[in-house]
Each structure stands twice: as structure tokens, then as C-alpha cells.
Nanobody, 124 residues
Framework: QVQLVESGGGLVQAGGSVRLSCAASGRTFSTYLMGWFRQAPGKEREFVAVISRGGSVTYYADSVKGRFTISRDNAKNTGYLHMNSLKPEDTAVYYC?????????????????WGQGTQVTVSS
């Protein structure tokens, strides 16, 4: 099993940037597909981005493409989500997740491990 802990959230103005981190412990981090999801109040958890085990392939939701960048450093057992040009509609709790499945998974049900989440609030 792997345990995940997010950090780096907070309050930011529209147009600003934030970097989220996801620290992994337990089983070797590089054996997992890593994803980021977010959940706004009253809405379902939605896919944001996913990165392959080696870090060479990424996939993004259309709503964040060109603004967010997912990355990972397996030597440090840490994943990242760099968020630029933030908009008020990006306000949500952001979750780091890990999957044992292959491919590039976008459904929350395909991820077996989750962090506690970190709040990102974008003010207009």
C-alpha cells in the first residue's frame, strides 16, 4: 500500500499560480499511476490530470489543459501539480491519488489510494 499526503494549497488571486505537492510513503511510489482530482462544493469529484509511472506521459482534463502541469519525482517519492493562470472556477479541494491499473485512468473509482485533500481557493 501507499500513503499520500498533499500540501501547498491556499488562497490565491485569479491569474496567480500555486504548486501542490503529494508526498508518498509505503510501497514504492514509482509502481503507481498518479492522478490529481478536485471536488468543488456540491459537485462530484472530477479528473484533473494523470501521469505515467515513469513520468514521461501525461494527460489533462480539457478545463486545465495549457494551464496546469503534472509531474513526479520518483527518487523523492513526490508528485506535483503546477497550476498557472488560475480562475475562480478552479476553486476546489484537490486530491492526489494512486492507481495500480495500467493506462491513463480518469475515473475516481479506478484509484485505490487517496490523500486527505488540500483546499485551493481562487479569488476574483
Amino acid at each position: 500500500q501507499v500513503q499520500l499526503v498533499e500540501s501547498g494549497g491556499g488562497l490565491v488571486q485569479a491569474g496567480g499560480s500555486v504548486r501542490l505537492s503529494c508526498a508518498a510513503s509505503g510501497r514504492t511510489f514509482s509502481t503507481y499511476l498518479m492522478g490529481w482530482f478536485r471536488q468543488a462544493p456540491g459537485k462530484e469529484r472530477e479528473f484533473v490530470a494523470v501521469i505515467s509511472r515513469g513520468g514521461s506521459v501525461t494527460y489533462y482534463a480539457d478545463s486545465v489543459k495549457g494551464r496546469f502541469t503534472i509531474s513526479r519525482d520518483n527518487a523523492k517519492n513526490t508528485g506535483y501539480l503546477h497550476m498557472n493562470s488560475l480562475k475562480p472556477e478552479d476553486t476546489a479541494v484537490y486530491y492526489c491519488s494512486a492507481s495500480e491499473f495500467g493506462g491513463y485512468r480518469r475515473r475516481p473509482s479506478e484509484y485505490g489510494y487517496w490523500g486527505q485533500g488540500t483546499q485551493v481557493t481562487v479569488s476574483s
